[in-house]
């Protein structure tokens, strides 16, 4: 028989609040996260764009016992460890302070092998605060001798998984998987498959990044890729509505503990939602863009509800990409529409990008989240921003005002530069599906 998967922990760091219960809240009340920002010791003259949606007042010591190593730590790193403290105490695990040599504290997983326990996550960019913060060193002083031995190891996109696996004395497999705005829910569907595999019970996965830093900020920038509403920056991200003019960076961090459904069962654990379908696809068309005929949009979604064994007329929620890039949203709307066919127009869609703005690489992961929360509590979060629906995002995006709404099936989409396609199909729980 098949193994299962379900949801049972929840560890969201995000704009619009961290932990749980300050994350659904905000997304009921449809609060922004987006504010003006500035870069210290930079001309913000030369970013057209200055909104984005920082985690203000962060601190990883309000979630782990203060380490020495923490000093080397990148931003990315800081909001995987403590968003996975969240999701795992949320699974109801119980983890054990242990002192270890040379003044390192960590924490263990109470009453369970930690072979047994995996360790995926997607990481758009990498610990990119590191990164430009070395390389200038490198420059500053004409090479290297300025520059930590402990910069390139927390540099790579692998160390974030790592320190996360450290931290809580994880030992199953251990690894990060990195395409870009797709990032997430690729890792998502990796740990789901170690599940499905047999190959480990309890898996830490979702995403993060930290992409609000000079350099990668700059990037977007040239790209004429995010909002220029500065004057208004808790309405700049607006998905599907006609006067939207890019995207809004966000960052911070959504982990899920999912776990093999007879575990979950037999330790009493408290079941958010079922994973039962996924859908991996790409392009091949465009470095940035994506597809104008999105044929592998469609095609991740029907594969999500093949492997689910999920008509189209089953799904009551989508959670959108929905960018509120010029090219993403119709592009998705239209992939939506062909996914499902007539059942297209009764299916309410929202994108949590309009509060959180767009976690990159974390996106999937919060939006994995918001998802499961809603198909717990009933309810469906808005797409706030959204006064003009588009030409061509002609569907149902709850505009403005939650909506109650029974959600027995949903899909999750995330679709990341070059085309990288991943759509998630979760399901209310039912023992006997």
């Known amino acids: 028989m098949q193994k299962r998967a379900v949801i049972t922990g929840l560890g969201p760091i995000t704009p619009i609040g961290i932990g749980k219960k300050a994350y659904w809240e905000s997304l009921m009340e449809g609060k922004s996260g987006a504010k003006n920002i500035q870069f210290e010791g930079w001309e913000m003259d030369q970013y057209p764009c200055q909104v984005a949606c920082p985690v203000d007042g962060f601190s990883l010591t309000d979630y782990l016992h203060r380490n020495k190593d923490f000093r080397y730590l990148g931003r990315t790193s800081e909001f995987a460890m403590a968003a996975t403290r969240l999701a795992l105490e949320d699974a109801g695990f119980t983890l054990d302070a242990v002192e270890q040599e040379k003044g390192r504290r960590t924490y263990e997983v109470q009453n369970t092998d930690p072979v047994n326990i995996g360790c995926i996550l997607g990481i758009g960019a990498q610990n990119m605060d590191l990164c430009e913060k070395w390389y200038r060193q490198f420059l500053k002083h004409n090479g290297p001798k300025r520059v930590s031995p402990f910069a390139l190891p927390h540099v790579q996109i692998c160390s974030i998984p790592v320190n996360v696996t450290m931290a809580f004395g994880i030992k199953g497999i251990a690894c990060s998987v990195s395409t870009a705005c797709a990032s997430s829910n690729h890792a998502i569907i990796e740990a789901y498959k170690q599940i499905l595999l047999g190959e480990e019970t309890i898996m830490v996965t979702g995403g993060a990044d930290a992409c609000i830093t000079p350099f990668v900020f700059g990037g977007f920038v040239s790209m004429n890729a995010m909002s220029k509403r500065n004057d208004e920056p808790e309405k700049a991200s607006r998905p599907f509505d006609r006067d939207r003019d890019g995207f809004v960076m966000g960052e911070g961090s959504g982990i899920i503990i999912l776990e093999e459904l007879n575990h979950a069962l037999d330790r009493g654990a408290h079941i958010y939602c079922e994973l039962s379908g996924y859908g991996a696809t790409s392009d091949a068309y465009h470095i940035a863009a994506p597809d104008p005929v999105p044929d592998m949009q469609i095609r991740a979604m029907k594969d999500s509800m093949t492997r689910a064994r999920v008509a189209p007329e089953e799904i009551d929620y989508i959670n959108a990409h929905g960018t509120s890039t010029a090219l993403n949203d119709p592009a998705e709307t239209f992939a939506i529409k062909n996914a499902l066919g007539n059942a297209a127009k009764n299916v309410a869609i929202s994108s949590t990008k309009s509060m959180t703005g767009h976690l990159i690489g974390a996106s999937g992961g919060i939006e994995t989240i ?55 199909l979760l399901n209310r729980y039912d023992p006997q599906p």
């Open 370 to 424: 918001a998802t499961a929360l809603m198909i717990e509590n009933g309810r469906i979060h808005a797409t706030i921003n959204l006064d003009n629906p588009d030409e061509g995002c002609d569907l149902f995006y709850v505009p403005q005002k939650p909506i109650r709404r029974e959600i027995r099936k949903a899909i999750n989409n995330s679709f990341g530069f070059g085309g990288q396609n991943a759509s998630l």
